[in-house]
């Protein structure tokens, strides 16, 4: 197969031929002849901008050539550079490649070194990750290579060490790749920071980004360079085309469930198409989904096809057993998440199945990008709904693709806490005047906005805590010298900020490792580790209790330190562990496709007759959702009241419109029970009968839906809420308030929380303005509540509300009922459940064994 | 007068528990106390804990203290003890009582004013806390009760300890509750941590092993409105 960025024909022949000869030096145009290839116009027109000195945007699909195209600037200069003569200094990095991932790194070296190596070019390319040992780091500051690969995070080391400004004096480019996917988080913010910081050092750098296809690349063109003057962008190189990809919804001929997320009955017609196919690559939105699928894939597979599991949980040795074999092109099929979402290529692929929905389309493109790593043959997908809401998902999915629409979350402004970190990394390098680095911060997109209090709150913060009650001047981490320049107050600084750098933050989670059945642990300490697993849900298994993880089902014998001892388990059902971290929300885009599907019974044609059938009742029985309207519906269900609403803005913000509504329908004496919301619909039950009030007007639907609920009641909830808890965490961690690790102690992750928890208490009932509070609450806002959908819908929907006062359920709530009573209402309802065990003793023993 | 009506309506709600024939009210905001005694306990106050982490670089919130005491001051108020026994550790480190900023230790004076306060030496405080009033003891007996901050290896009939930070975790319909807690078996008592950044040790750890008659076992568990009493066998590890 050819290496992935080459290809055997270009478009224009004759341009590119002439182009080459005019911008690519001697031995690269002798090493295409002699390979019989071709640059591409794009890869010419990317060097023709870079050699004008632009930086430069290069927007291409999946086996475009990207990744040649971005390092042909930094080879065809490094190829006409004059030999070093004897006695001169030697020269620093030349070019920077920074991924977010550490395999794409490790990958990209020796996918370049190859055509380093036969075009004999005078270039020395190195990786530098957090498994790079100690001794090559060491070297490598000493004799830095030409091309030197890394993370986001190395460079945040290297910025902050005292010889950064010599380290990178030579610097000529940076490549950013799958920059799509890095600056939609944190670690993006802190890149932008070192970029900034790299601009500072050596003013002409240019950057080259390397991007899939994204709905505003004009974001991702002011990224790249200085926003000294505001709105400046970089060059944009679109490549289009590509052949269309195959995708098909399975019609299944089974009955497709109601609610759930499993897709348990596709399983055979999954494995039909396994082995119709050489290598299928099966996506799944979480890693619960992925053991189950694993698992019942193995209960059908009476040929013994190697399929495999590849998660993040899993232990790296078994990952990278899966990779190589799947590399080999040994395996038929691999179960994967999110951890292969990325342009990483091995092996074969001629089929990718998603099962569940894909939520947002661009991921849908990416992940269909993994067939068929050639861009002139179609890639084959096949969609595979785990309900009746996931099949109109899919649906809206597939047209999207089709449209080709692209959606990636809108960027955010930078985080305070990743500044935090950066302006102590900053003085870990050099001391620093604060108007010198304010400036210079404000020429990275994401700060662009930053305004200059803010900022003093921030080296407040970072020099003392920044709190009101100016108690710690004299344990101050940076101070301020004569001169007014920042620097660390001590050695200890810089070295807690090596150990805690970067914006990863772990959810807790233990080992799992093998011990023998009974043994809880105690004896036997010697079993193989199988990966990691969250806290949380540990907490809830009682010894004997089985779970499904890595493929197999195991008993959970007990905890010791960080470590849950597991063994194996005879029986074939199984808890199956839930993850924190997995769950996409549906996308704006996607939703508005969803709604507007419903609304266009033309549309409902092209959907599997039961669930066309399933549409057609709900008119009969209800009413459809109008594309820009909101559905409520109200019906008594046995003794309660339910209140079901359809707004399609994914499960996160409608978690948030769930919480709100509850406190507004308490005050107006509803007296509701409970909630649960899903990507598609929220369903509230009350005890007093919600259709007659709002019926009556106490209150109505447009009061109670009136956008004033995110002021005061969000406020108000916002305050004991266990997701701020649990954002503030992150914040703390990132912006070094907490400590990620120590010199000769690591912490275990619930010794964090507890600790970041009682913070979050005192400092709120303290001092509620203090700046990482502040970072907590904008964070969440966007993050964990999705506050600004929330607030779109509400100003979307006023007097578009649209009330059906029922009987009795109606089709469309069927899903949504059935998830009541199966998903963990967090939080709220601590103190029933205790009383309901304190009761329970008292019942059991009567009142005078309470004494 | 208002706080004595406080202190019984108190009283009365609390469901009193027995401690070696002594009774006692397992307050919910993680004091103890004894209506015939008048006594007040309190353990692992961990005053200065912010000042003491921020002298070692992590510069969390100074208001740890003024929380703690703000606190206390209030069940002071509700109770109005004759004496108050603060069970060790009530500074988390030596220094602590010097680096207190002035308005707190001020209020802490006030409200010792009056009564018998006795601090009980803990691990982390073993030296009388820096030109404070009250008196420093390694441990006290009052009647059938003896006070220290560590509880003792060998059984000893209505000892009142603190020092382990006890807390508890039951799982109720597939969902883990973990709330501190008073462990008691009618005989022994340990209490609950009282600072604001203090945190806590599941009463099923080993740390606890052989502490309590475990048939008789019992977590008062702290709720947001009351105390749940709750059995050890429906208590969980970890």
Partial sequence: ?851 | MNFSLSRATLIAEADPVGIAGERAVCDRRGVLYFPDLRLLAVSDLHLEKGSSFARRGALIPPYDTGATLLRLQAVIADYQPRIVVSLGDSFHDGGGAERMHLSFRERLEAMMAGRDWFWVAGNHDPDAPADLPGETVRELAIGSLLFRHEPSKVRVEGEISGHLHPCARIVQRGRSVRRRCFAGDGGRMIMPAFGAYTGSLNVLDRAYAGLFRLETLMAYMLGAERIFAISGSMLRPG
């Fill in chain 1, 1 to 851: 197969m050819l290496p992935r960025y080459l290809l055997r024909v270009t478009e224009q022949p004759r341009l590119a031929e002439q182009n080459a000869a005019v911008l690519l030096p001697e031995p690269f145009v002798k090493w295409f002849g002699e390979k019989g290839w071709s640059p591409r116009v794009h890869q010419l027109e990317l060097l023709a901008k870079a050699q004008s000195g632009q930086s430069v945007l290069l927007i291409a699909p999946t086996g475009a050539g990207k990744t040649l195209a971005g390092f042909l600037p930094s080879l065809t200069e490094l190829a006409s550079r004059p030999k070093r003569k004897p006695g001169e200094a030697r020269r620093g990095i030349h070019t920077l490649y920074i991924s977010p991932l550490k395999a794409l790194a490790v990958d990209i070296e020796r996918n370049l070194g190859k055509p380093v190596e036969e075009i004999g070019l005078p270039v020395t390319i190195e990786t530098r990750t957090g498994d790079t040992p100690s001794h090559k780091r060491q070297r490598q500051k000493l004799a830095p290579p030409d091309i030197l690969l890394t993370t986001p995070e190395q460079l945040a080391l290297l910025i902050a060490s005292n010889d950064a400004k010599r380290f990178f004096e030579d610097l000529r480019y940076v490549v950013l790749d799958e920059l799509h996917s890095l600056v939609t988080s944190k670690r993006g913010h802190l890149l932008a920071l070192g970029l900034a910081r790299l601009r500072a050092f050596v003013p002409g750098l240019q950057t080259i980004g390397l991007s899939a296809t994204v709905a505003e690349p004009d974001e991702l063109r002011r990224w790249l360079v200085s926003q000294a003057s505001p709105g400046a962008m970089s060059e944009l190189i679109v490549v289009t085309g590509g052949a269309k990809p195959e995708i098909s919804i399975l019609d299944s001929e089974e009955r497709v469930p109601w609610a759930g997320h499993s897709a348990r009955y596709a399983t055979p017609e999954i494995y039909r198409e396994i082995k119709r196919h050489k290598t299928t690559l099966l996506f799944v939105n979480t890693r619960s989904q992925a053991e189950l699928l694993f698992q019942e894939l193995w209960r059908v597979n009476e040929d013994t096809l190697p399929i495999a599991l590849h998660h993040g949980s899993l232990d790296v040795a078994q990952r990278r057993r899966v990779e190589k074999a799947m590399g080999e092109n040994a395996l038929r099929a691999i179960v994967a998440t999110s951890t292969l979402d990325l342009g990483i290529d091995w092996g074969d692929v001629d089929l990718v199945v998603h099962v569940g929905a894909p939520k947002g389309a661009s991921r849908l493109a990416q992940r269909i990008g993994r067939a068929n790593h050639r861009m002139d043959e179609p890639s084959k997908a096949i969609l595979i709904p785990a309900n009746r809401f996931e099949v109109l998902e899919c649906r809206a999915a597939l047209d999207a693709n089709y449209l080709g629409a692209q959606d990636t979350p809108p960027l955010v402004n930078g985080g305070l806490d990743v500044l935090a970190q950066h302006v102590l990394g900053c003085a870990c390098g050099a001391p620093f005047h604060a108007d010198v680095l304010f400036e210079e911060i404000r020429t990275a997109a994401p700060y662009v906005s930053l305004d200059r209090l803010t900022f003093d709150r921030v080296i407040d913060f970072v020099a003392t805590g920044g709190y009101a009650l100016r108690n710690y001047e004299r344990y101050a981490r940076i101070r301020q010298t004569k001169e007014g320049l920042w620097r660390v107050s001590n050695p200890a600084v810089a070295q807690q900020y090596r150990l805690n750098v970067g914006t990863i933050i772990e959810v807790p989670a233990l080992n799992v490792r093998y011990v023998q059945a009974g043994s809880r642990g105690a004896a036997s300490r010697g079993g193989r580790v199988l990966g990691k697993i969250e806290e949380a849900f540990l907490e809830t298994l009682t010894h004997g209790d089985t779970f499904m993880f890595g493929g197999k089902i195991l008993r959970f014998e007990g905890i010791r330190e960080n470590e849950c001892f597991v063994s194996n388990a005879p029986g074939s059902d199984a808890k199956v562990p839930y993850y924190g971290g997995g769950k996409f929300p549906l996308s704006t885009y996607l939703a508005e496709q969803v709604r507007a599907m419903l609304d266009d019974p033309q549309r409902w044609k092209k959907l599997p007759e039961q669930v066309a059938d399933w549409l057609r009742f709900q008119a009969d029985k209800s009413v459809l959702p109008k594309r820009d309207d909101l559905l409520i519906e109200t019906f008594p269900r046995g003794n309660r009241y339910y209140l079901v609403a359809y707004p399609f803005e994914g499960r996160l913000a409608h978690q948030t419109l769930g919480m709100l509504l509850t406190r507004r329908l308490d005050r107006a004496g509803a007296k509701p029970v409970g909630f649960v919301a899903t990507d598609y619909a929220l369903a509230i039950w009350s005890l007093a009968d919600m259709g007659w009030m709002f019926k009556n007007r106490k209150p109505s639907l447009a009061t109670l839906f009136d956008q004033d609920m995110l002021g005061d009641d969000l406020e108000a909830w916002f305050a004991d809420s266990w997701l701020l808890k649990r954002t503030f965490r992150n914040c703390a961690l990132i912006s070094g308030l907490i400590e990620k690790r120590h010199p000769g102690k690591e912490k275990s992750g619930r010794q964090v929380t507890v600790s970041t928890d009682l913070i979050y208490d005192v400092l709120r009932s303290h001092e509620p303005d203090h700046i990482l509070l502040q970072a907590t609450r904008t964070d969440a806002a966007t993050g964990l509540l999705d506050v600004s959908r929330l607030a779109e819908m509400l100003s979307r929907i006023r007097g578009r509300i649209m009330h059906k006062n029922l009987e009795q359920i109606s089709p469309l709530a069927v899903p949504i009922m059935l998830e009541i009573g199966k998903m963990p209402v967090n939080g709220e309802a601590d103190e029933t459940l205790l009383m309901d065990a304190a009761t329970l003793v008292e019942e059991a023993m009567g009142p005078e064994m309470m004494d």
